[in-house]
């Protein structure tokens, strides 16, 4: 395994401080992302921890670039909020957000006793960057994660099969 597909897995399995759980899942689910991950192009992903306490990373899974892209995965660690008692108050906060951006229609998919996850459709909102948000809320004891699927467009069904089993797959350790 070369330097930069162990460095770009490392980033997605333990996005997370180091004293923090960490996320795991199964990226091999959706192939395109795999051969994102497998090229090394490593202007294909973006790390964001300007903030310790809202650890970004994106990943361009369609496109040019992690600045350029049509579809994306993004992984969010924050600590655990003490505010939001459950995955789905977090939803609620992240619809409510979201609605206040534009109007947006909301679909829970699936839903656990630490996870949910939810649909987001935006059409024509500019204040969205991507049209399409499929996420995955993961509530950890000490860490909480968010795994979305952005697209800029529609998926079509057995990407979009692919992409439910993968954040299905999402669990912390």
């Keep these: ?23 795991q899942f199964d990226h091999r689910l959706y192939p395109p992302l795999q051969q994102v991950l497998d090229s090394g192009d490593q202007a294909m992903i973006e790390f964001n921890g300007d903030n310790p306490a809202r650890l970004v990373d994106l990943i361009a899974v369609k496109g040019k670039s992690a600045q350029d ?72 004891k000490r860490s909480w994660f968010e795994l979305a699927v952005l697209a800029k467009g529609e998926l079509d069904a057995p990407a979009r099969a692919q992409w439910l089993a993968l954040l299905a797959s999402a669990h912390t350790d």
């Design 1 to 23: 395994m070369g330097y930069r597909r162990a460095l770009a897995l490392v980033l997605l399995l333990v996005a997370a401080p180091l004293s923090a759980e960490r996320l």
């Design 69 to 140: 892209w049509t579809e994306a995965l993004e992984i969010v660690s924050i600590p655990r909020p003490k505010a939001v008692k459950t995955a789905r108050d977090w939803m609620a906060a992240l619809r409510q957000q979201a609605l206040a951006r534009c109007p947006a229609r909301f679909a829970v998919l699936a839903e656990d006793a630490n996870s949910v996850t939810f649909e987001r459709r935006s059409p024509g909102c500019a204040a969205e960057r991507a049209s399409l948000g499929i996420y995955r809320l993961v509530a950890g």
